[in-house]
């Protein structure tokens, strides 16, 4: 019954050909709308929009978090359906690395309300959240190489499938991923099926102090009610280095309502450099999701990443 974050699930390629992908881009193209800075700046849309869809910088961030030690702060709050807090966790840890193991160190914590069950995480979002950023037992050989990695769901249950989903996610947004019930195939977004139903435009802008490229996704204005039946994505904004093409920052908003579950989730990644390393440094979540036979969800959480080291 916990497939209820199958919500937050949206990666794997699409297996088309070279030839097919190509002619997409090309159409996407032509429909993307350009502000005159950009038009000024002669991009090449078709290659951007390109590596835009195949970008690896965002998932290359969190792998390299992977051979790092760093600090964390972070926020977990349960909220109940008036807004009031339910229960909550607020901790320091701290990710340690002794040869080519690393595990959590928790510095402090101070948890109020139901947050565990007998030492147990009381809820799925606080279980999840754990599993994706504490290693609470050592974690070892890994490394932060992205060339050829690929990512399956198939015979992972549980946990560790709904980790693999949200990973997804979070790397990639508006990627088809199989085996989610009612929008897989909505998820998508570059499909030529998926993105009739969306606006795709492209300006610049100065985000902490570096010229970016700011590619955003929001669904058409004028799209009647059955045709927003379609629509899963509420808004995907990114921010790209001008010079690098690294994602800076990300932030998207998905929401769906089916008979067997419903979301609506907000989510915010902000990036930094360590050395010649793209990190994160801040994560925000604010989401609310109902899975049939389980109870609602409401839950925010802050992950704010400091004190890097090698």
């Known amino acids: 019954m916990r497939s209820c974050f199958t919500i937050l699930t949206l990666f794997i390629s699409l297996g088309l050909s070279a030839q097919t992908d190509t002619a997409e881009i090309i159409t996407l193209s032509k429909e993307t709308v350009l502000s005159e800075v950009v038009i000024r700046n002669d991009l090449n849309v078709p290659r951007f929009l390109q590596r835009v869809k195949e970008d690896t910088s965002f998932y290359k961030a969190f792998r390299n978090l992977r051979i790092l030690e760093f600090t964390s702060l972070n926020d977990i709050r349960m909220m109940d359906k008036k807004g009031r807090t339910d229960a909550t ?34 809820y799925y979002t606080a279980e999840l959240y754990a599993s994706l950023f504490f290693a609470k037992s050592p974690v070892c050989n890994e490394t932060n190489i992205v060339a050829n990695t690929t990512r399956e769901v198939r015979g992972k249950k549980g946990v560790e499938k709904h980790k693999e989903q949200l ?27 998926v993105s009739r139903y969306y ?12 010229e970016c490229y700011l590619f955003r996704i929001v669904p058409k204005a004028d799209l009647s009610s059955s045709q927003r039946n379609n629509i899963v994505f509420d808004n995907i904004t990114t921010w790209f280095n001008a010079k690098t093409m690294e994602i800076v920052a990300r932030n998207y908003d998905l929401s ?20 010649d390393l793209l990190v994160p440094k801040l994560i925000t979540y604010n989401g609310n999701w109902k899975v049939a036979l389980k109870k609602r969800e409401r839950g925010v959480f802050t992950a704010t990443l400091f004190d890097f080291r090698r």
């Open 89 to 122: 966790l607020q901790s320091r840890t701290r990710q340690h690395r002794k040869g080519s193991c690393r595990h959590t160190e928790v510095i402090e914590e101070k948890t109020t309300g139901d947050f565990y069950d007998d030492g147990d995480f009381n």
């Open 167 to 193: 990973k997804m996610m979070f790397f990639n947004p508006g990627k088809k991923i199989p085996g989610i019930p009612f929008i897989g195939d909505k998820i998508d977004i570059f499909d030529p099926s």
């Open 199 to 210: 606006d795709f435009t492209i300006d610049m802008e100065t985000w902490n102090g570096q």
């Open 256 to 275: 769906y309502n089916t008979p067997a579950y419903d979301f609506d989730v907000h989510m915010e990644v902000q990036m930094t450099k360590f050395g």
